[in-house]
């Protein structure tokens, strides 16, 4: 599930910014630009999606290895940090 939410934001990111470079920056046709965002709307998630599931799985990698907290057992001396 997290490689598609990662796939979508990045897809609507790219389209923001293609879209803002070619209307405020090249002047094109609003036409144009529309024709070029839907076709990039299609076929870009398919082509990042292999991506953005590597991105996921090494996310998911950091986050799952960090130190598990290990309950100290009862009846035995704690220091004052730990109370």
């Known amino acids: 599930m997290g ?11 790219v389209i923001l910014l293609v879209c803002f470079f070619f209307l405020l920056i090249i002047g094109t ?5 529309l024709v070029l965002l839907f076709v990039m709307a299609l076929l870009f998630p398919v082509a990042f999606y292999h991506h953005s599931w590597s991105f996921w799985l090494g996310f998911d990698y950091i986050v799952e290895s960090l130190p ?3 309950q ?10 730990e109370e």
């Open 3 to 13: 490689a598609i939410l990662a796939n979508v934001v990045v897809t609507e990111l």
């Open 29 to 33: 046709n609003y036409d144009r630009v």
């Open 68 to 70: 598990k907290y290990v």
């Open 72 to 81: 100290p057992q009862k009846g035995t001396k704690s220091t004052k940090a």
